[in-house]
């Protein structure tokens, strides 16, 4: 399959170069052949991007897919009791086929907003496993364990693995440091190591989860789960919302890559993450939804513009986190996130085709000063008109 997207405007998100220009993108077996930003050569197909913004597929590296279900339903209520009282009671009745089309419409919500890649983390991920084969998108999935689904989850485990494919990764997920076992935590790590995948944890999402895990074993959750062995894989730590400068330092030295989520912890008031200072000290933040139950929505633009809100008035500073930073954690370091980078995340030969085209025609997107900043501060995600992954168009406006 080899197709030309002609006379679009580019944000490639490579570290050279201009942030934008005009030019067409050749793809080839699903991969980015070749950028041009003159003469493109003639190929039978082509789509035309007069009017629109060419970028790489958004990354969504943390998500809870099949919440959609629960879109609406727990809202305005604080953390503990939103997960003890509302979505665990509701959670234990849901069966894989519940799980399956929650995924289903969850999926459907991002590929239709540009987002290409999503890392789940939920019960019975195989369900999620046989959604993402069917819809195409690009996901890392992760089995999630809290103490009472252990033997549960060792059967997700193995039934998600059989899925792995090139478009499909494969996580461990212990829930977190207060719903999982010393024990439970050590074996996650163990079951990662054997089968050579990464984790995926939620960490210091809330003020309470820091005394629980302090209370308890006289550690931050992320000097704890640091104990235990958690931070020696590659791992993408949720929330880290509550850390301190001895935390960032731990996460900075074991690689680990923050999720952070920025609507879902107002939503919660769980807090707003020191992004600002984590990007200073060199750690790799990219950006999540979390659930639609803690949100209410899927969408990678709105999370966007709300990191690059949030983090400015957290920083007390309107330079904080600007557009293009914001853009890099949706893309670049979301790829790197998931040990991708090298080969998602941009416009560049080489690189997989998960492209994204946007419209640019409406009212918000006028005058057109600064492609990046309308990418960040003005784009809706109805503004998504086609999406490919992996070269594979999977949605059409
Ligand atoms: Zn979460």
Known sequence: ????????????????????????????????????????????????GTGKLLMPGLINTHTHVAMTLMRNMADDVPLMEWLHERVWPFE???????????????????????????????????????????????????PCFIDDRMGEFETDLAETLSFKNELIQVRVAP?????????NLRRGVQLAEKHNVGLHVHVS????????????????????????????????AA????????????????????????????KLASGAAPVAQMLERGLNVSLGTDGAASNNDLDMWDEMRTAALLGKLTAGDPAALPAWEVLRMATVDGAKAIGAGGKLGRIKAGYAADLILVDTTGPHWQ??????????????????????????????R
């Open 1 to 48: 399959m080899r197709f030309l997207i002609n006379n679009v405007l580019i944000i490639p998100m490579t570290d050279d170069g201009p942030r934008w220009f005009a030019g067409s993108v050749l793809v080839e077996d699903g991969v980015i052949a070749e950028v041009f930003r003159g003469d493109a050569p003639q190929v039978d197909k082509v789509v035309d």
């Open 239 to 266: 929330h880290c919302v509550h850390v301190n400068g001895e935390d960032m330092e731990i996460l900075k030295a074991k690689n680990v890559s923050v999720a952070h989520n920025p609507q879902s912890n107002m």
């Open 92 to 142: 234990s009745k849901l069966t894989p086929q519940d799980i399956y089309v929650g995924a289903r419409l969850g999926i459907a919500e991002m590929l239709m907003g540009g987002t290409t890649t999503m890392v789940d983390m939920y019960w019975h991920e195989a369900a999620v496993a046989r959604a993402v084969e069917e819809t195409g998108i690009r996901a890392v999935l992760c």
């Open 367 to 396: 005058p057109l000063h600064d492609p990046v900043s309308a990418a960040v501060y003005s784009a809706k995600s109805s503004d998504v008109c086609a999406v490919w992954v992996a070269g594979r168009q999977r949605f059409i």
């Open 175 to 183: 829930h977190a440091a207060y719903s999982c076992s010393a024990e």
């Open 205 to 236: 999402e809330t003020r309470d989860e820091q005394e629980i895990v302090r209370n308890r074993f006289g550690k931050t959750p992320v000097g704890y789960l640091n104990s235990l062995g958690v931070f020696d894989l590659p791992t993408i």
